[in-house]
Antibody, heavy 117, light 113 residues
Framework: EVQLVESGGGLVQPGGSLRLSCAAS????????LHWVRQVPGKGLVWVSR????????SYADSVKGRFTISRDNAKNTLYLQMNTLRVEDTAVYYC??????????WGQGTLVTVSS | DIVMTQSPDSLAVSLGERATVSCKSS????????????LAWYQQKSGQPPKLLIY???TRESGVPDRFSGSVSGTDFTLTISSLQAEDVAVYYC?????????FGQGTKVEIK
């Protein structure tokens, strides 16, 4: 069974940093591209970032470019999102998701990031 | 960026009746290389992560009931639930994955009338 489990969320002050993790199991992690998608509670889905299967190629939403860094450790079957210079508007549930045929076929349960003073 | 616009924002349908959700892309998401539309539909129930229902605009994900179907006409996409069940109450999102950034529609809330 494919499983994606996010962790690392929490309360942080504006300007602070957090690192999210997404632990994967049940599939060959190194064979798949992965994305981060976020959602303000009660609002819609917003794409954040993606990484290819070996970590050599990444993309970011304009709203996080230069502040967030996506990475992966294929030996540990783990995806990361390093979030720096956090803003109040980064408050959201962050999901990791696996790519299959371009669409996102498996999602984690999400981890809540709250940026507030 | 490709803008995805869904309609309506919400709809209420009686049990057993048809529910139709529309999604329009601001530009084509059809790839000439494989003649596929790079469009997916997701279902998100309250308190849960999204679940993939349909990809390539009309291919049902494994395990998804056949009452869910997707269709396309140009840049207009439709998700149809042929006979609404109580467990289908959710927010439905379309998403294009033709170009970066991938973009989602704003969501359509489907409820029981």
């Amino acid at each position: 069974e494919v499983q994606l489990v996010e962790s690392g969320g929490g309360l942080v002050q504006p300007g602070g940093s957090l690192r999210l993790s997404c632990a994967a199991s049940g599939f060959t992690f190194s064979g798949y591209w992965l994305h981060w998608v976020r959602q303000v509670p009660g609002k819609g889905l917003v794409w954040v970032s993606r990484i290819n299967s070996d970590g050599s190629s990444t993309s970011y939403a304009d709203s996080v470019k230069g502040r967030f860094t996506i990475s992966r450790d294929n030996a540990k079957n783990t995806l990361y999102l390093q979030m720096n210079t956090l803003r109040v508007e980064d408050t959201a549930v962050y999901y990791c998701a696996r790519v299959q045929w371009g669409s996102l076929d498996n999602w984690g349960q999400g981890t809540l990031v709250t940026v507030s003073s | 960026d490709i803008v995805m616009t869904q309609s309506p924002d919400s709809l209420a349908v009686s049990l057993g009746e048809r529910a139709t959700v529309s999604c329009k892309s601001s530009q084509s998401v059809l790839a000439s290389s494989n003649n596929k539309n790079y469009l997916a539909w997701y279902q998100q129930k309250s308190g849960q992560p999204p679940k993939l229902l349909i990809y390539w605009a009309s291919t049902r994900e494994s395990g998804v009931p056949d009452r869910f179907s997707g269709s396309v006409s140009g840049t207009d996409f439709t998700l149809t639930i042929s006979s609404l069940q109580a467990e289908d109450v959710a927010v439905y999102y379309c998403q294009q994955y033709y170009s970066t950034p991938p973009t989602f529609g704003q969501g359509t809330k489907v409820e029981i009338k």
